[in-house]
C-alpha cells in the first residue's frame, strides 16, 4: 500500500500569508499511462470533506485561484498564496492510484 | 451539482450487522468507482471499501476484509455496504464517494454515523 506523509501536521498561518503543505507517498503515484492521482482535500470544521485539487495541479469548480498543487512522483505540495479565514480546517492528501486508496494523516491549518 | 444521501446508520452492539445506503440521483453512472470512506471521532480519512460501476470489480481494506461487503445498483445510482461482524473499532462517520474522474474524490456524502457498542 502507498503509505503517505503529510508535513507539517500543524500549520498556524496569519491572515494574508502564504501557506504550504508536503505530502510524500512511499511509492510512485504515477500510473503505466503517465498519469498521477494524486488529490487535495479540505476539511472544514463539522463538514465533509471537498476535494480541492485533483491530478495533482487541477482546481476543482470553484475553488479559488489561491490555491495550487504541485510535484510528480512521490513528493506533492498544497499552496495557498495568501490565507483567509475560510480556510481554517483540516487538509489531506490522498492517492487514487491504485488501491487501497490511501490518505496522509492530515495538517491542521488555523490562524495566528 | 451532485448530492449524495447516506442512510442506515445507527447504534448497534458487537458482533451484529448493519446495512448503510448511498443514493445519488443527480449522478451520472460512468467507467469509474465509488467507495465507502470512514473517519473515527476526532480521527483522519480511511479507505474501507470500492467498486467500479461497470466492472463490478471491488476492493476493501485488511481492516474489513471478510466482514464487509460492498455493492451497488446502477439503476438506482445505490451504494450499499453490508457490514456484518461489528466491532468497537468500526465505530466512525461513514462516507460515500463518488468518482467524477478516475482516481478522484469527487463528491461526498454528509456522512453517516455508525456506533458499535454494547
Known amino acids: 500500500d502507498a503509505v503517505m506523509t503529510q508535513s507539517p501536521l500543524s500549520l498556524p498561518v496569519t491572515l494574508g500569508q502564504p501557506a504550504s503543505i508536503s505530502c510524500r507517498s512511499s511509492?510512485?503515484?504515477?500510473?503505466?499511462?503517465?498519469?498521477?492521482?494524486l488529490n487535495w482535500l479540505q476539511q472544514r470544521p463539522g463538514q465533509s470533506p471537498r476535494r480541492l485539487i485533483y491530478?495533482?495541479?487541477n482546481r476543482d469548480s470553484g475553488v479559488p485561484d489561491r490555491f495550487s498543487g504541485s510535484g510528480s512522483g512521490t513528493d506533492f505540495t498544497l499552496k495557498i498564496s495568501r490565507v483567509e479565514a475560510e480556510d481554517v480546517g483540516v487538509y489531506y492528501c490522498?492517492?487514487?492510484?491504485?488501491?487501497?486508496?490511501?490518505f496522509g494523516q492530515g495538517t491542521k491549518l488555523e490562524i495566528k | 451539482e451532485v448530492q449524495l444521501v447516506e442512510s442506515g446508520g445507527g447504534l448497534v452492539q458487537p458482533g451484529r450487522s448493519l446495512r448503510l445506503s448511498c443514493e445519488a440521483p443527480?449522478?451520472?453512472?460512468?467507467?469509474?468507482?465509488v467507495h465507502w470512506v470512514r473517519q473515527g471521532s476526532g480521527k483522519g480519512l480511511e479507505w474501507v471499501s470500492g467498486?467500479?460501476?461497470?466492472?463490478?470489480?471491488?476492493g476493501y481494506a485488511d481492516s474489513v476484509k471478510g466482514r464487509f461487503i460492498i455493492s451497488r445498483d446502477n439503476a438506482k445510482k445505490s451504494l450499499y455496504l453490508q457490514m456484518n461482524s461489528l466491532r468497537a473499532e468500526d465505530t466512525a462517520l461513514y462516507y460515500c464517494?463518488?468518482?467524477?474522474?478516475?482516481?478522484?474524490?469527487?463528491?461526498w456524502g454528509q456522512g453517516i454515523l455508525v456506533t458499535v457498542s454494547s
Open positions: 464517494v463518488y468518482e467524477g474522474v478516475p482516481g478522484g474524490a469527487d463528491y
Open positions: 443527480g449522478f451520472t453512472v460512468d467507467d469509474y468507482a
Open positions: 467498486i467500479f460501476w461497470k466492472s463490478g470489480g471491488t
Open positions: 511509492q510512485s503515484l504515477e500510473d503505466s499511462y503517465g498519469n498521477t492521482y
Open positions: 491530478k495533482v495541479s
Open positions: 490522498m492517492q487514487g492510484t491504485r488501491w487501497p486508496y490511501t
